[in-house]
């Protein structure tokens, strides 16, 4: 077992914080979107086309940082930090911690969010997440995109966590952390059972209820750290074989190019169903139609 002791600064005020944990940690994966970053309200907001946009991606990348701090602060080596929004070009490059890697743009691969996550990770974290498509007071709620209006596995409703956090579970690396609103975060919970959230703000309708940013990093920080001590109570996300998804869209058809995956059912308006012993196949399968 071994003892770390840490100073930690916050706007002048120190605290000493000590902890025992009998994993030690080595590599961090963060995960970054954007609808859940405090102070984003509307989709504006978060495209590269809105006029504040450069401002809340400013945003993004110093939640990101908090994150890393903290990451850094509990033993973490190597931190991997993936962007997850829109165009996956969000997070500034000269903005952000200089003892992190960034992935940027799109693979086209089916880990999307998740891209660079391999079992070498030891935690998983998630910055900026936002609740699944259709959530009541959660203004920026969706899934993937807007023609998505829910989709399954082994009958659970997913919000893009809950995909992910199955993805990290194919590598035995549990999701420990996740930063949002509300909404999300009490999804995340009925979905993992034991992870760390710290909500950002809360939806009321179409408004949102915002911590100052600098209170948001703050948390966000405690909230990292202490889950990164805290290890070894977080389990991978997993669910058993055999699967069944269940994709359900706003139109009746898939949109533009898209192609049924092979062995995928239309089953209902707007529904496809498509089954397999193999998560990688559900996974390929729910990227290729969404």
């Known amino acids: 077992m071994k003892k770390i002791t840490s100073i ?10 000590a902890f025992n944990q009998t994993t030690q940690i ?13 102070g984003v309200v509307h989709w504006e907001e978060v495209s590269r086309n809105g006029k504040d946009y450069d401002y809340f991606r400013e945003l993004m990348t110093d939640e990101t940082n908090a994150a ?4 850094l602060e509990a033993g973490a080596e190597e931190i991997l930090v993936r962007d997850s929004h829109g165009s996956a070009r969000n997070i500034i490059p000269t903005l952000l911690h200089e003892k992190a890697r960034l992935l940027r743009d799109w693979s086209g691969g089916y880990k999307s969010m998740m891209e660079g996550i391999d079992e070498s990770f030891d935690a998983v974290i998630f910055i900026g997440y936002h ?13 993937m995109n807007g023609n998505i209006k829910d989709i399954s596995i082994n009958g659970i409703s997913m919000p ?45 309708g179409n408004a949102s209820l915002n911590l100052h940013p600098a209170v948001a990093r703050q948390k966000i920080r405690e909230g990292v750290l202490k889950a990164l001590t805290e290890l070894d109570k977080y389990k991978p996300y997993t669910l058993p074989s055999p699967y069944s998804m269940v994709l359900q869209l706003n139109t009746d058809d898939l949109q533009g190019n898209k192609e049924i995956y092979p062995g995928a059912e239309k089953t209902g308006k707007g529904e496809f169903t498509f089954k397999s012993n193999d998560l990688l196949e559900i996974l390929k399968a729910f990227y290729q139609m969404r």
Not at 131 to 137: C, L, V
Not at 192 to 203: H, P, W, Y
């Open 26 to 38: 080595t590599k961090v994966f963060i995960s970054v979107d954007m609808e859940g970053i405090a």
């Open 160 to 204: 893009e966590a809950g995909i992910n956090a199955l993805i990290a579970g194919m590598y035995d690396v549990p999701v420990v952390f996740l930063s949002g609103d509300v909404a999300i975060c009490q999804q995340a919970t009925d979905l993992f059972g034991e992870i760390e959230t710290i909500a950002v703000k809360e939806g009321f």
């Open 68 to 71: 890393i701090e903290a990451a």
């Open 131 to 143: 609740a699944k498509a259709g959530t009541p007071d959660s203004p920026l709620a969706h899934t």
């Open 8 to 17: 930690i600064v916050f706007t002048g005020i120190i605290s000493l914080a």
